[in-house]
């Protein structure tokens, strides 16, 4: 048997790796695994060592391993210490029973009509045959969507949170934070009155909604119901808990959802027959398998980050012939795992078709996460996603403003198209089936 390897770097030019790639972007990440191979290492500023790989094989044998939690994740502390994301072992599967149920199977359904409806509003605010960027309605359409899901709030309440929670979001998505992370052991975090500020206001919005709901006020909201639920040997989540929920819920959901909805605009308008066949689909109203299908072949071109954490070395792991020493940071390198030949034909080219012909192979699609801690609102996300395409699309006729494609602009951790999915739209005319699973757009 071979003796495994070090994992592969540029040695002592490692420091360099990170504002190498806060200038480059993607780029330098993909001529180093054409360099490296699938996986290769770096030291990164505020998390340590780290091995970064694409290969779902590696990926795969990495999750067999004893692992530590992640704590590498620059938004955690706006989330707070109980997110389901920071809980592990036994506290986080009790957390997950309880959370899972009210975000995905046919939980989520309910929210299908909150979506429409503020899709609907979203399409009047289009200006008639004239290039605007989609993606800064979309930040707002979006929060909308989820403030309304998670908290049943009406438009008064709307009206309060609304600039509040856009602040949080818009910190959370600086180059500040960035810095402010990597410098979090000397308490650059801690030390952030304007943040900490942000967060203190938010939280006590949060209670306030709590609040109400031990006063008797109840509804079909995700706060609501998880304030109902209990495990089966009668555990609940205490009010703390809760609040860091709903501010995971918040930060964590509406980001993915917002420059999923934009990506996939850019790339429908670039790819006639798959908007052509979206079309027909939101038309005929009778369901929406290739609008997720176009949601999860967005999230693989345009994943909305960087990487997905996988955990932290416990002691010294060997993986395809490569050794990792205790404490190295094991990420995956989304785009890079997306676009990988061997597990995806034709890689580069938009093909939604391929989410319908059979499943990805193990580990190769990632834009949610793996493990343990694998996103517990990905079918939310789908389904804004697939619901919002399908309102728009019955609405509208899509054109893309420039025939280019958008390229990927990173905003702290996230991908953005860098012209702001800059699209013309076309009122359809009246039009006014029956969406699935919904009501008529209003």
């Known amino acids: 048997m071979s003796k495994a390897r070090p994992v592969p770097g540029p040695g002592w030019l490692t420091p360099l790796v990170l504002p190498a790639y806060l200038v480059r972007g993607e780029h330098l990440l993909d001529r180093a695994f054409e360099r490296y191979g699938d996986v290769f290492g770096f030291w990164a500023p505020g998390v340590g060592r780290v091995a970064l790989m694409r290969d779902p094989a590696l990926i795969g044998e990495v999750m067999t391993a004893r692992l530590n939690p992640f704590e590498g994740r620059p938004t955690a502390a706006a989330w ?161 808990a809760l609040v860091d929920q709903v501010m995971t819920m918040l930060l964590a959901g509406h980001t993915t959802t917002a420059l999923g909805v934009a990506w996939a605009v850019e790339r429908l308008v670039r790819h006639p027959s798959a908007l052509h066949r979206l079309t027909a689909e939101a038309l005929r109203g009778d369901d929406d398998r290739f609008a997720t299908a176009v949601a999860c072949e967005t999230l693989r071109l345009r994943p909305s980050t960087s990487t997905v954490p996988l955990g932290v070395a416990r002691e010294r792991l060997t993986f395809g012939g490569y050794r990792v020493e205790p404490g190295t940071n094991l990420l995956v390198a989304l785009r890079a795992l997306h676009r990988h030949p061997r597990h995806f034909a034709d890689p580069m080219v938009f093909r939604p078709e391929r989410f319908l012909e059979g499943r990805p192979a193990p580990y190769s699609w990632l834009p949610f996460g793996t493990g343990p801690h694998v996103c517990v609102g990905r079918q939310f996300a789908l389904l804004q996603i697939s619901t919002f395409l399908h309102v728009v699309t019955r609405r509208v006729i899509l054109s893309a403003a420039d025939p280019r494609d958008e390229g990927m602009n990173r905003v702290a951790i996230t991908h953005h198209p860098d012209r702001g999915c800059t699209v013309v739209a076309v009122p359809r005319g009246p039009v006014a089936p029956r969406p699935f699973g919904g009501r008529p757009d209003a």
């Open 80 to 240: 707070g210490p109980r997110s389901i994301f920071a809980q592990h072992g036994a506290d986080h599967h009790r957390m997950r029973k309880l959370v899972l149920p009210l975000l995905g199977g046919r939980s989520v359904q309910r929210h299908r009509a909150i979506v429409a409806d503020v899709a609907g509003r979203t399409v009047e605010e289009f200006p008639a045959g004239m290039p605007f960027a989609l993606l800064p309605l979309l930040w707002e359409s979006l929060l909308e969507i989820a403030l309304r899901s998670l908290l049943g709030l009406d438009r008064r309440r709307l009206e309060v949170w609304l600039p509040v929670v856009r602040e949080l979001l818009h910190v959370a998505l600086t180059e500040e934070l960035m810095v402010r992370f990597a410098l979090r052991g000397l308490g650059a975090i801690r030390l952030w009155p304007s943040a900490q500020r942000l967060r203190a206001r938010c939280v006590q919005l949060v209670r306030g909604e709590i609040a109400r709901r031990h006063d008797g006020e109840t509804g079909d909201d995700v706060l609501s119901l998880l304030m109902a639920s209990r495990t089966a040997e009668g555990w609940r989540l205490n009010d703390d």
